[in-house]
């Protein structure tokens, strides 16, 4: 009996396994320098958790709920200092995992229930605590694509706070729901008909929660598409923008163009009656009166043009000093829209930044490509306040919660195997982005 109760509580204890390795398939591209140390000690720190809580327990005759809950606590803790992302979607992915492995215990307790009858209190024997430990491991099979492709791209690419902040609620609530329902004693299963729609509810629910976690995937889906048509049609915006510009310009020259040859009989009539004075009058004049220089090319590529021609607008119009010093390509390195988005977002928290500026408004922006291989990107701009963080991250000034524009350009440096980095010194906020076309993430391509 003593050598049964030893194994009965290692194989339950051993549950937490899987549920780490779920745990840890969503963020694997996530782990700071602390998370990789911990991953490669964690299995055998695991087994060795196992084997100690399991002589503790058998030690003090105690539930494995007593060593479990508070190991919960502590592994929770770790979990979100290992990972480079907000607190708050560690703790969604921990608590997401938890829901779904406390439908299987109570369904390990019905089989235990089926496999032991008599037993009293709800305590696993030793077939059903192996019976929970294979539940534990069986869906780890059914999640794994899921777990590393959906889950790892809301991690990635979703990016509004208030989002995150609600999605704990939902598995926090089943399990709740799932520890209220679980029976404290196995002869409560077979009163009247409990037996029978006992499991069916347990699965019920767990089917349930999956289909909120799947339908949390297709509408954060739905919105990540709704924000990259909005920025396509800012774009276009930005272009038909320019193209207006430049069809006046255009239209400007042409005028000028026609006028030109009334404007050499005049000069014509001058030189013919030889005053030169009022010919270098006449010509003075005329230059004064030329429609201004064509429309300045930042670079070979139209969009990013575009944008740069958008935004200098804006710092012309509230008198801002904006100094662009391009050398790039034709051709981007990286999507077009993408590039587009980091440089918009730059340029508009730079632009808000000086307006709210009484020093010398300055923003200087310095790009270049090394063929299509890398892109380097710097940008300087005035700020009299240092913006607000937490955790590394920028909180917003025009609504609660982290700013969406410098959390972008960071997913879009990260996803191109780039760096992003923000400083603010001596009244100025300067920024440096990297991006390199090489590499590239299998899960975006």
Not at 133 to 155: F, N, Q, S
Not at 372 to 381: E, P, V
Not at 420 to 437: H, I, N, P
Request: glycine share 6%.
């Amino acid at each position: 009996m003593g050598n049964e109760t030893i194994f009965r509580s290692m194989l339950e204890l051993s549950a937490v396994i899987p549920a780490a390795i779920l745990c840890y398939l969503p963020i694997k591209g996530h782990l700071n320098k602390k998370g990789r140390r911990m991953t490669l000690w964690g299995i055998p720190v695991l087994l060795l958790w196992v084997v100690v809580g399991d002589a503790v327990c058998y030690r003090f005759r105690w539930n494995t709920n007593l060593w479990m809950v508070p190991s919960l606590v502590l592994f929770a803790l770790c979990y979100c200092r290992a990972i480079s992302l907000s607190y708050w979607k560690s703790v969604s992915v921990f608590l997401a995992v938890c829901g779904v492995f406390s439908s299987m215990k109570n369904l390990a307790i019905v089989m235990d229930a089926l496999l032991s009858p008599k037993s009293g209190s709800v305590v696993f024997s030793l077939s059903g605590a192996a019976a929970y430990a294979l539940l534990c491991w069986a869906p780890l099979g059914l999640v794994w694509y899921p777990a590393t492709h959906a889950a790892r791209w809301l991690l990635d690419e979703i990016e509004m706070p208030g989002t995150w902040y609600v999605f704990w609620i939902l598995p926090v609530a089943f399990w709740g729901v799932n520890i209220i329902l679980r029976p404290k004693k196995y002869s409560t299963l077979y009163i009247n008909q409990v037996m029978t729609f006992y499991p069916v509810m347990v699965l019920a629910l767990l089917a349930l929660l999956l289909f909120c976690y799947s339908l949390f995937y297709w509408m954060a889906k739905g919105l990540a598409k709704n924000m990259r048509l909005t920025q396509e049609n800012r774009l276009l915006q930005m272009q038909a923008a320019q193209y207006r510009i430049l069809q006046k310009s255009i239209e400007d020259t042409r005028r000028a163009r026609h006028d030109l040859r009334q404007h050499f009989k005049a000069l014509q009539g001058c030189v013919e009656s030889g005053d030169m004075a009022r010919v270098a009058e006449y010509v003075k004049a005329y230059g004064e009166s030329l429609p201004p220089d064509t429309v300045r090319q930042f670079c070979k590529n139209y969009a990013v043009d575009a944008v740069l021609h958008y935004y200098g607008e804006q710092a012309v119009r509230q008198q801002t000093d904006l100094e662009v010093d391009l050398q790039m390509e034709e051709e981007t390195i990286i999507p077009q829209p993408e590039l587009c988005a980091l440089l918009g977002n730059l340029l508009e928290n730079a632009i808000d930044a000086c307006a709210g500026s009484k020093a010398p408004r300055i923003i200087r922006l310095h790009i270049r490509q090394q063929g299509k291989q890398a892109l380097y990107l710097t940008l300087d701009n005035t700020s009299d306040q240092p913006p607000k963080s937490d955790g590394g991250r920028f909180l917003s000034s025009s609504h609660d919660g982290f700013g969406i524009g410098t959390e972008s350009v960071r997913v879009i440096a990260k996803r191109y195997n780039g760096d992003a980095r923000f400083e603010w010194k001596d009244r100025m906020f300067y920024v440096s982005v990297m991006l390199s076309a090489q590499n590239k993430p299998e899960n975006f391509r």
